[in-house]
């Protein structure tokens, strides 16, 4: 595609359910990162795939994270048992290559998650 | 480790003003410094970044963003601020063959009429 898409846009959850985002990198890109914007803070890096392997899911917060991608395709993130501190916006990035210094990340618009 | 300090929360400018957004960072090595912005509803485009060379870096929509290394400093400046410029903007680091960038809190920017 175009561009970097996420899905849903908006999703609100009870505390206690699991949910899932999903990321559509741009056509080529081997390279996928997820990061989380929690109400005025940075972004923070969660886990980044090259291919379908994920060499550095350091910043992944819980067990209850978990990602995995199909190829170099889709993404998705699940968030198992969600937590009220779960609330956030879930950015979705795509490059070329893993290589912060040579190949840009491209953004997609993110998923807003509320938990309740 | 790396870390990203953006010292300003909100900042508010009259448009045809200029601009300038601070940035701060910590890293031991040469830094690869990057400004992105993220306008409502839009994912975080590129604006500028910085990896060697000229310390002074131009980018897109008339940004500039100068590197000092004696300050640890890589702030945004733009001379004659749009209305379309109103957005948040956001400093990152990365290091030298690395894989993630480490962002700042983001500095949002009003412009006033």
């Known amino acids: 595609g175009a561009g970097v898409s996420q899905s849903p846009s908006n999703k609100v959850t009870e505390k206690g359910k699991d949910v899932e985002l999903r990321c559509d990198p741009i056509?080529?890109?081997?390279?996928l990162y997820w990061y989380r914007q929690r109400l005025g803070q940075g972004l923070e890096f969660l886990i980044y795939?090259?291919?379908?392997?994920?060499?550095?899911k350091s910043g992944l917060p819980s067990d209850r994270f978990s990602a995995e991608r199909t190829g170099e395709s889709v993404s998705t993130l699940t968030i198992q048992r969600t937590q009220q501190e779960d609330s956030a916006v879930y950015l979705c990035a795509s490059s070329f290559r893993p290589m912060v210094t040579t190949d840009t990340q491209y953004f997609g618009p993110g998923t807003r998650l509320t938990v309740l | 480790a790396q870390s990203v300090t953006q010292p300003d929360i909100h900042i508010t400018v009259s448009e045809g003003a200029s601009l300038e957004l601070r940035c701060n960072y910590s890293?031991?090595?040469?830094?690869?410094l990057f400004w992105y912005v993220q306008s409502p509803g839009q994912g975080l485009q590129l604006l500028l970044k910085y990896f060697s060379g000229d310390t002074l870096v131009q980018g897109i929509k008339g940004f500039e963003a100068e590197f000092k290394r004696s300050q640890s400093s890589f702030n945004l400046r733009k001379p004659s601020v749009h209305w379309s410029d109103a957005a948040e903007y956001f400093c990152?680091?990365?290091?030298?063959?690395?894989?993630?960038?480490?962002f700042g809190a983001g500095t949002i920017l009003r412009v006033k009429s």
């Open positions: 890293y031991g090595a040469t830094p690869y």
């Open positions: 795939f090259q291919g379908n392997s994920a060499p550095d």
């Open positions: 990152a680091v990365g290091a030298e063959y690395g894989n993630k960038l480490v």
């Open positions: 056509s080529g890109h081997t390279a």
